[in-house]
């Protein structure tokens, strides 16, 4: 069964950083498709970012562009995203999905059949 698993999220005044990892297990890491995606209650889910392992593409949402960075270590089979320069709209749960796909997507997500349990990140003074 094919698992993902998040970390790295909690508290953060505005302005600081946070990286998050998500390991996946019982998944080719080839080929792959890897997402994050943000939720807040009562709104839509919405993409960040995104990486193909297939061609290297990498696509970021507006919201978070020049922010944010996404990466990948093959061998740890693990996707991380490094946020900087944090702002309060920035609060949601983050997850990350998977898939064998090319190239990567970023929306609302429905391209992905893997997702993981969610880390909540909180920005806020």
């Known amino acids: 069964e094919v698992q993902l698993v998040e970390s790295g999220g909690g508290l953060v005044q505005p302005g600081g950083s946070l990286r998050l990892s998500c390991t996946v297990s019982?998944?080719?890491?080839?080929?792959?498709?890897i997402g994050w995606f943000r939720q807040v209650p009562g709104k839509e889910r919405e993409g960040v970012s995104c990486?193909?392992?297939?061609?290297?593409?990498?696509y970021y949402s507006d919201s978070v562009k020049g922010r944010f960075a996404i990466s990948s270590d093959n061998a740890k089979k693990t996707v991380y995203l490094q946020m900087n320069s944090l702002k309060p709209e920035d609060t949601a749960v983050y997850y990350c999905?998977?898939?064998?796909?090319?190239?990567?997507?970023?929306?609302?997500?429905?391209?992905?059949?893997?997702w993981g349990q969610g880390t909540q990140v909180t920005v806020s003074s």
């Open positions: 990486i193909s392992s297939y061609d290297g593409r990498i």
């Open positions: 999905a998977a898939d064998h796909f090319s190239p990567c997507t970023i929306g609302t997500g429905t391209d992905y059949n893997y």
């Open positions: 019982e998944f080719t890491f080839r080929d792959y498709a």
